[in-house]
């Protein structure tokens, strides 16, 4: 059976970048190249977004935020710090809005029945952007609002997020944390920035039990994520039983990320990948979207991409040029995943 799977991108989100900053142009061509050279690219339906509009991205995000960007666009022609770590050039308001309709356009591929499934490589990232404000290289929460336009265009009932960047999606968390229409699941290195993702955060009103945090401590990898998937995430997924998944693909739980301290190896990376497209198979008929989020080391990252598209395809192989994490010890994990289970009656 041939697999369509679309493919989201646009050459701009180039554009938005700041020399010697983690979060910068390098990545996004880092993935374009390997995708290019593996033969990828051209295997895929290539789409075109566009510019989300002001009412889509205010299902999330204050007016007066939106109103901030549009004001500092206007006042200022250099690139400026909006916070410690998210900077904000001429385009980024530009781009960031072409970031959160890449994302829409990939859900709308899949649930248009166009694609049967969805790869949206988008910057700047959108997990940690809060609804009043940037952070964490983050201007606007992109899978949080592509979870709120299945809502209200596709009238889902049901959509299921799975973040596996290795900083908690803190942003995705707080807007839809009251919303039993989308189950939001965290796996994270924690304690580590940004200080949110405990256990205990499981959502809000109508919408408490849909948040479900994996917190990690270092050093965890393949072994480790694994078993949380095989004995928290599918049992959460069948139970859910949700008509769509987005994942906030992050690569930087690598072992050779230099911002973090984990030990997942791209070997392993793939095999959650091929996890949740089992997942979405079995029980929303393959509707999935992977978003690209964090991932610092550009090897990592691009071969992480690589393998995403490798599995969305249908292909069977797995491209691991930087191989497994020098140390294979890792802390025990069955206790965190029998209090994971615990707090959410699996």
């Known amino acids: 059976m041939t697999v369509t799977t679309a493919y989201i991108t646009h050459p701009r989100y180039a554009d938005h ?27 895929m339906k290539a789409v075109t977004p566009q510019p989300a509009d002001q ?13 901030k960007l549009q004001w500092v666009t206007q006042s200022h022609p250099e690139t400026v710090l909006l916070n410690p770590d998210t900077y904000f050039g001429p385009h980024s308001l530009d781009i960031a809005r072409l970031a959160v309709g890449g994302v829409v356009t990939a859900v709308n591929e899949v649930l248009s029945n166009r ?13 940690h952007a809060l609804a009043d404000n940037a952070m964490g290289f983050c201007l606007f929460g992109n899978v949080a609002i592509a979870a709120k336009y299945a809502q209200q265009a596709h009238h889902l009932e049901r959509v299921m997020i799975v973040d596996f960047d290795v900083h908690h999606g803190n942003g995705t968390q707080d807007m839809l944390y009251d919303d039993p229409k989308a189950l939001f699941v965290s796996t994270h290195q924690s304690p580590f920035y940004p200080g949110t993702g405990s256990l205990q955060e499981t959502g809000r009103g109508t919408g408490t039990g849909f948040t479900v945090n994996i917190p990690l401590r270092a050093g965890h990898g393949d072994t480790s994520y694994n078993s949380i998937y095989e004995d928290a995430i599918w049992p959460l997924a069948r139970r859910y039983q949700p008509q769509l998944m987005l994942v906030s693909a992050g690569f930087d ?21 091929r996890q949740l497209m089992a997942m979405a198979q ?8 992977f978003v690209l989020e964090g ?9 992480g991409v690589r393998n995403v598209a490798h599995a969305l ?27 994971v289970r615990r707090i959410h009656g699996l």
């Open 282 to 289: 079995e029980v929303c008929d393959g509707k999935i979207v």
């Open 253 to 273: 739980a690598h072992w050779d990320d230099p911002l973090a301290h984990m030990q997942l190896s791209l070997a392993g990376y793939a095999n959650l990948t």
């Open 295 to 303: 991932g610092y080391n550009l090897d990592v990252l691009a071969h």
């Open 17 to 43: 970048t700041y020399a010697g900053h983690p979060e910068h142009a390098g990545r996004i061509q880092a993935v374009w190249q390997e995708l290019d050279s593996a033969g990828l690219t051209a295997r």
């Open 313 to 339: 395809l249908g292909d069977s192989d797995v491209s691991d040029p930087i191989g497994p994490a020098p140390d294979p010890h890792e802390p025990a994990i069955d206790p965190l995943i029998a209090t």
């Open 115 to 127: 694609a049967d499934n969805a790869l949206a490589v988008v910057r700047p990232p959108g997990h």
């Open 55 to 67: 009412d889509l991205i205010l299902t999330v995000h204050t007016r007066h935020y939106l109103d």
